[in-house]
């Protein structure tokens, strides 16, 4: 443990394989990973968000992907984890934020308005951040305002008073932050009010089953309330039906995500799906003035 903590403070990847029972493969994973960085084999896909009550497009989520070239595409769960014991989470996290700016760049020279979000692991909530946020700000000219952070409850709970630090410092420099999966972990409200956020995410598991399960469709009222109480914006992620989308609606939650709307897409297909939704829209509400 000793050796470890040296090698930490002089800032080079450990992995303790203490850690679990498959440490040989995750070590090669680890290994791979590294190369897949230099390889192009990591890609973002965006998944819209919808503003409830207009369906107008609000913004993009980034969700890293890995075409790995034995085991096929991979999703985060299967190396953000793995990434998030070592140093190489503070260079995916890098390289994510470059690249959903880069893309969304490219999008609003379009015309496209939207914003991007980004997920953020709960270490790279740290100083850290606020100088790779300002690099990528600063290289694609994006409005801070159209970047959201999404951090989880965890990175809040686990170091409250640097979570606090870090998403103030961004919050005066413009930038909105989300708390993810919000539910799923233990966030005191005190917690939750001293944090300067915009918005609250409520976790799928609240979400999919809505419709059938009073329980949640209990939690799911009393967090958009709460956080409404509390000035913050809120998003449901994963609405599968259009019965999911109508409740939420009627309780006023003020984003939506989720498979209904779109899965997530590679980057060439956003400009298009953007289009075509907007004409969608178009369309419903000619058909919704003539039918009344
Ligand atoms: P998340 O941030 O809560 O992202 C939402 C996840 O729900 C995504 O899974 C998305 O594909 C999935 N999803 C969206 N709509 C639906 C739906 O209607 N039904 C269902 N069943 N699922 C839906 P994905 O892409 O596998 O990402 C999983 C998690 O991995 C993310 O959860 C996030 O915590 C993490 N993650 C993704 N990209 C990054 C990244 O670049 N950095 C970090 N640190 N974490 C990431
Ligand atoms: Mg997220
Ligand atoms: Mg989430
Ligand atoms: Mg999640």
Same mark, same amino acid.
């Given at each position: ?12 990847? =450990? ?46 989520? #980034? ?15 299967? +190396?953000?984890?793995? /990434? ?78 640097? #979570? ?21 972990? +233990? ?33 799911? =009222? ?20 259009? #019965?999911? #989308? ?12 989720? +498979?209904?709307? /779109? ?19 178009? =369309? ?9």
């Amino acid at each position: 443990a000793m050796y470890q903590a040296k090698r930490e403070r002089a800032g080079v990847a =450990t992995y303790d394989p203490a850690f679990d029972d498959h440490s040989t493969d995750r070590l090669e994973t680890l290994a791979h990973l590294r190369e897949a960085m230099l390889e192009d084999q990591l890609h973002v896909r965006y998944q819209p968000v919808i503003r409830a009550d207009d369906h107008t497009l609000t913004g993009f989520e #980034a969700l890293l992907r890995w075409q790995h070239p034995e085991r096929g595409l991979l999703l985060p769960a299967e +190396f953000i984890p793995i /990434a998030e014991r070592t140093s190489l989470i503070h260079a995916l996290t890098r390289w994510v934020l470059l690249t959903a700016v880069r893309d969304a760049t490219r999008w609003r020279q379009e015309g496209l308005q939207a914003t991007v979000a980004v997920n953020i692991s709960p270490m790279s909530l740290e100083f850290g951040l606020l100088g790779i946020v300002e690099e990528v700000l600063a290289l694609h000219r994006w409005p801070a305002e159209l970047l959201v952070l999404e951090i989880t409850e965890s990175a809040v709970t686990d170091n409250p008073d640097t #979570a606090r630090a870090v998403v103030g410092s961004l919050r005066d420099r413009g930038i909105q932050v989300s708390v993810d999966d919000f539910g799923a972990g +233990f966030t005191s409200l005190s917690q939750l009010r001293g944090l300067p956020v915009h918005q609250l995410k409520i976790d799928r598991q609240f979400i999919t089953q809505l419709e059938r399960s009073p329980s949640d469709d209990a939690v799911v =009222t009393s967090i958009i309330e709460l956080g409404h109480r509390l000035g913050l914006s809120i998003v449901a992620e994963g609405v599968e039906t259009e #019965a999911t #989308a109508a409740r939420l609606v009627e309780l006023e939650c003020d984003d939506l995500q989720g +498979f209904w709307f /779109a899965r997530p897409m590679i980057a060439s297909e956003v400009l298009g799906w953007a289009s075509e939704h907007a004409a969608s829209r178009t =369309t419903s509400a000619v058909a919704a003035a003539a039918a009344s």
